[in-house]
């Protein structure tokens, strides 16, 4: 009787202690580091292919040699990155950024040698080659570091890092490669180009070694007390078993689909309309940097109402009707001026919804799909999205090369596309079950409170 009084306080101390839940400052340290190695590994992505005929003509290569280069992260991708995802659940998230801060900073040096295509081609590999890590880390490092109330916006803020790399990247070569030179200063202008390149890397990949951790000392919210990702291969049983995740992925594969599509073809397809390239990439440009307050908007309503489900359809209809009326103005309007204007608002508003429900779709995944790791679930939709791209890619190709007298046909691919992802997107059921974790949490924390007032 006296062993049972005597064990019970520190049965109550250690329920107080389980209970606690606390952000810390540093928080912010980890996302600023990743913000940066995000956005130096999207630069590298571009490096060549943002001044495809200006490096084609400097060294006398062919289009395919100079495509390659973008080719290789899509490519790469899909290949490694579940077992890089296992990495960054089940090992250690600080690993996985840190091989991914090194290879891109190695990468980034062999590439400081454009005359040499083999040796920068080894650099792009290696820049790509723990590019999944990055890109599956969003999800994980909102959930770890953030609570339940902000993890949607800081998930937005990690996903659109990468896109600001690659905006910065496709105007950044302007500053050191002059369109009216001749084909022999380009030579001298790409070597001062790529190593002014490798020294903004150097100084954006340092801080992932100094200021990314795993987690916190004290968890942030009841989903990530004592939690502990399930074995690969039980996770991958547990999201294809899973019906949710299932027509997610159908759903998200032909979102993110046309959104690469367009970001790759987006420029000849225009000209087929005989809207310059300059003006296709004014157009472009604007709607890549609007989409950015779309998703910032999305988030900060979804984080207010988690309602995932009426969110992304409401996106998903929209980019629908935006994309037909596109269509419609694109064939039946002849007066290039109004297609400029017109193709500005319209564009902006399309890939504005589209990145919005790709990154607030990357927390649905892991609402749907918990306890399985956040980059598990999100890096299998990822290699779909860039398998179906790809394929998508050169159809939409296709058509504008081969049926020029009905290149429409590539907005109507987009639309089918797009009405696919909007049926499948109706059957799932809203059912959040991380979310239903932290308010499990939050319950018992407030039990445990007022057994200890009482």
């Not at 790399?165 to 380009?186: E, L, P």
């Not at 940097?289 to 009426?310: E, H, N």
């Not at 017109?342 to 779709?361: A, C, E, P, Q």
């Amino acid at each position: 009787m006296f062993d049972d009084l005597i064990n019970k306080e520190p049965k109550k101390e250690e329920e107080k202690e389980e209970i606690i839940y606390k952000e810390t400052p540093f928080r912010f340290c980890v996302v600023i580091a990743y913000c940066l190695l995000s956005f130096a590994n999207a630069i590298g992505w571009v490096t060549y292919s943002s001044t495809a005929d200006k490096y084609r003509e400097a060294y006398n290569l062919t289009s395919n040699q100079v495509n390659m280069f973008g080719l290789i992260y899509m490519i790469l991708y899909p290949i490694v990155c579940i077992p890089e995802a296992y990495i960054v659940d089940n090992i250690s998230t600080y690993l996985g950024l840190s091989l991914s801060s090194f290879t891109t900073l190695l990468g980034s040096l062999l590439k400081a040698f454009p005359n040499k295509i083999y040796l920068a081609y080894i650099g792009q590999i290696l820049c790509s080659s723990f590019q999944p890590v990055i890109l599956n880390s969003p999800a994980k490092i909102s959930a770890v570091w953030f609570k339940d109330e902000n993890r949607a916006k800081i998930t937005t803020l990690c996903v659109v890092s990468n896109n600001l790399g690659v905006m910065f990247g496709i105007i950044y070569h302007t500053f050191f490669i002059d369109d009216n030179s001749k084909a022999q200063d380009y030579k001298s202008q790409f070597e001062k180009y790529v190593f002014a390149e490798f020294i903004l890397t150097t100084i954006f990949c340092l801080p992932t070694f100094i200021l990314v951790r795993d987690k916190p000392k004290i968890p942030v919210s009841p989903s990530q007390n004592k939690y502990k990702a399930p074995p690969l291969i039980k996770s991958l049983k547990l999201l294809f078993t899973n019906k949710n995740f299932n027509i997610l992925l159908v759903c998200f594969t032909c979102i993110i689909g046309v959104w690469n599509m367009y970001g790759t073809i987006f420029t000849p397809y225009m000209a087929k309309y005989e809207i310059s390239d300059s003006r296709a990439a004014i157009i472009s440009s604007i709607a890549n940097f609007v989409s950015i307050f779309f998703a910032m908007i999305g988030s900060y309503i979804l984080d207010k109402t988690k309602k995932f489900r009426l969110i992304l359809l409401i996106c998903n209809l929209s980019a629908l009707i935006i994309m037909i009326v596109f269509t419609l103005l694109l064939e039946f309007v002849t007066n290039l001026d109004i297609i400029f204007i017109s193709g500005i608002f319209l564009y902006s508003s399309l890939v504005g919804f589209l990145i919005t429900i790709h990154t607030n779709g990357m927390d649905y995944v892991c609402e749907l799909t918990y306890p399985v790791g956040e980059s598990q679930s999100g890096g299998i939709i990822m290699s779909m999205n860039q398998i179906f791209g790809i394929g998508l890619t050169y159809l939409g190709q296709y058509f504008i090369d081969e049926i020029n007298s009905k290149k429409y046909i590539t907005n109507i691919l987009a639309c089918t596309t797009l009405l696919i992802s909007l049926i499948t997107l109706w059957f799932i059921e809203d059912k959040l079950l991380r979310h239903e974790k932290e308010n499990e949490g939050k319950l018992i924390s407030e039990d445990n409170n007022n057994s200890n007032e009482e």
